[in-house]
């Protein structure tokens, strides 16, 4: 779930959350995770140890990126949420992922263990966000599954997914790298002024890296970790 850490990335720039546990069934994602952030995360969330650690380690906020048609990992993502009851859990997912029927299972889910899934009114447009709205020439739409626990919400009348324009986004669209810096003191990757991403030098020896040309979702998942913090008691 975990990727290369672009949720990660959005959700510690707003200052107030901190990664505690990640997994990922890819290695290579792996690696690179532990590279950018210092933290190796755990693996498939089908092993026995993996979902014994996650459900061991407090949190407050659970986030999942699904990228693949899987639906098995949608429905343990909900029994993980099931047994450790978050505050809020966020889902990401491609637009050609979602469906109607999910969002009516996740919808059905939620009103049976009390929680609110924002801006849905049972169209998957209601939960689709747009990068070129965030400042970035560029389309490419993500549906978020917010889902907040009823008894942590500060008002419901605030509730909504759309561009917050009180939001700063200059923040995350471009970060400089400096390659003078010594090698240690190099992050090894470059945000991009489109809120792209790419593996610079510096990056872990015999693994292959990726070229990542499409836009990351950062400044969405950014919108949506500031719209927590206004939300969440």
């Given at each position: 779930f975990c990727g290369f850490g672009a949720m990660t990335k959005a959700?510690?720039?707003?200052?107030?959350?901190?990664?505690v546990l990640a997994t990922d069934v890819d290695?290579?994602?792996r690696v690179h995770f532990d590279y950018l952030f210092q933290k190796k995360p755990l693996g498939d969330i089908f092993n026995k140890e993996t979902m014994k650690a996650i459900h061991t380690t407090p949190y407050d906020v659970l986030c999942a990126g699904i990228n693949d048609l899987n639906e098995e990992a949608f429905y343990k993502v909900l029994e993980i949420v099931e047994k450790d009851i978050p505050k809020a859990f966020v889902l990401e997912m491609d637009t050609s992922i979602m469906s109607k029927s999910l969002?009516?299972?996740?919808?059905?889910f939620c009103e049976k263990?009390?929680?609110?899934?924002?801006g849905y009114n049972d169209s998957i447009e209601d939960i689709t966000l747009n990068l070129e709205n965030f400042g970035?020439?560029?389309?490419c739409e993500r549906?978020?599954?917010?889902c907040l626990k009823n008894e942590w919400i500060r008002c419901k009348d605030s509730l909504s997914l759309q561009l917050n324009k009180e939001h700063d986004y200059e923040c995350y669209k471009y970060t400089k790298y400096e390659p003078e810096k010594k090698p240690e003191q190099r992050r090894g990757i470059d945000?991009?002024?489109e809120g792209n991403f790419r593996f610079l030098d510096g990056t872990p020896e015999?693994?292959?890296?990726?070229?990542?040309?499409?836009?990351?979702?950062?400044?969405?998942?950014?919108?949506v970790a500031l719209s927590l913090m206004e939300w969440l008691i």
């Amino acid at each position: 779930f975990c990727g290369f850490g672009a949720m990660t990335k959005a959700f510690e720039r707003t200052g107030a959350f901190k990664s505690v546990l990640a997994t990922d069934v890819d290695e290579n994602m792996r690696v690179h995770f532990d590279y950018l952030f210092q933290k190796k995360p755990l693996g498939d969330i089908f092993n026995k140890e993996t979902m014994k650690a996650i459900h061991t380690t407090p949190y407050d906020v659970l986030c999942a990126g699904i990228n693949d048609l899987n639906e098995e990992a949608f429905y343990k993502v909900l029994e993980i949420v099931e047994k450790d009851i978050p505050k809020a859990f966020v889902l990401e997912m491609d637009t050609s992922i979602m469906s109607k029927s999910l969002c009516k299972t996740l919808k059905n889910f939620c009103e049976k263990h009390e929680y609110h899934f924002v801006g849905y009114n049972d169209s998957i447009e209601d939960i689709t966000l747009n990068l070129e709205n965030f400042g970035v020439p560029e389309f490419c739409e993500r549906v978020y599954c917010v889902c907040l626990k009823n008894e942590w919400i500060r008002c419901k009348d605030s509730l909504s997914l759309q561009l917050n324009k009180e939001h700063d986004y200059e923040c995350y669209k471009y970060t400089k790298y400096e390659p003078e810096k010594k090698p240690e003191q190099r992050r090894g990757i470059d945000w991009g002024f489109e809120g792209n991403f790419r593996f610079l030098d510096g990056t872990p020896e015999n693994h292959k890296v990726a070229i990542i040309d499409e836009a990351s979702p950062i400044p969405m998942t950014y919108n949506v970790a500031l719209s927590l913090m206004e939300w969440l008691i």
